[in-house]
Nanobody, 121 residues
């Protein structure tokens, strides 16, 4: 089992930045691919970004590419999502996930509880 706890969400003005963190505990963190998803009420949870075991490979949704950066520190069992140039449409609950290399929910086995990000215009 892997437990994931997100932090770093909050309220920010459009154009601002936030950094989300996801701390993992339980089984070995390193072999797991990690991802970030987000969800707004009434909509499907959507893929945001993912990072490989070593951190050398990343992949982003088109809507965040160039603005968001995913990274990981395996020594700290933590994955990060640096979000810059935030837009009101980035407002959502952001979830950390652990599992395989996938852009779909079914590709991940473990999920955090989520952290709210609100971007005001």
């Amino acid at each position: 089992q892997v437990q994931l706890v997100e932090s770093g969400g909050g309220l920010v003005q459009a154009g601002g930045s936030l950094r989300l963190s996801c701390a993992a505990s339980g089984r070995t963190f390193s072999p797991l691919f990690m991802g970030w998803f987000r969800q707004v009420p009434g909509k499907e949870r959507e893929f945001v970004a993912q990072v490989s075991w070593t951190g050398s490979s990343t992949y982003y949704a088109a809507s965040v590419k160039g603005r968001f950066t995913i990274s990981r520190d395996n020594a700290k069992n933590t994955v990060y999502l640096q979000m810059n140039s935030l837009k009101p449409e980035d407002t959502a609950v952001y979830y950390c996930a652990a599992g395989g290399w996938s852009t779909t929910r079914t590709g991940y086995d473990y999920w955090g509880q989520g952290t709210q990000v609100t971007v005001s215009s």
